[in-house]
């Protein structure tokens, strides 16, 4: 069974940072394309970042500039960079996996919580 596990959220205050990380149980998975999603209270899941196997990588405009996603082939994990962190920022963030840049994601992780505190 696919599995995906976020680790590296929590509290933060404005203008800090944290790192998320995704690692996943399946070496195939890194020929999918990774991405980070997230959902704030409210508000619909929208994509933050994404990452293809050949290391091609897409941000939210919302993040750009302040993000970095990479990946670890040898570690199968995958990372989120978060910089100069907002309170907009807060949410439950999920690392998924899809085959192709265009189709919805087909494994989830479980989510980790971001704060950012003003």
């Known amino acids: 069974q696919v599995q995906l596990v976020e680790s590296g959220g929590g509290l933060v205050q404005a203008g800090g940072s944290l790192r998320l990380s995704c690692a996943a149980s399946e070496r195939t998975l890194w020929l999918y394309v990774m991405g980070w999603y997230r959902q704030a209270p409210g508000k619909q899941r929208e994509l933050v970042a994404y990452?293809?196997?050949?290391?091609?990588?897409n941000y939210a405009d919302s993040v750009k500039g302040r993000f970095t996603i990479s990946r670890d082939n040898a570690k199968n994990t995958m990372y989120l960079q978060m910089n100069s962190l907002k309170p907009d920022d807060t949410a439950i963030y999920y690392c998924?996996?899809?085959?192709?840049?265009?189709?919805?994601?087909?494994?989830w992780g479980q989510g980790t919580q971001v704060t950012v505190s003003s």
């Open positions: 998924a996996s899809k085959p192709a840049v265009s189709t919805p994601p087909v494994y």
């Open positions: 990452i293809t196997s050949g290391g091609t990588t």
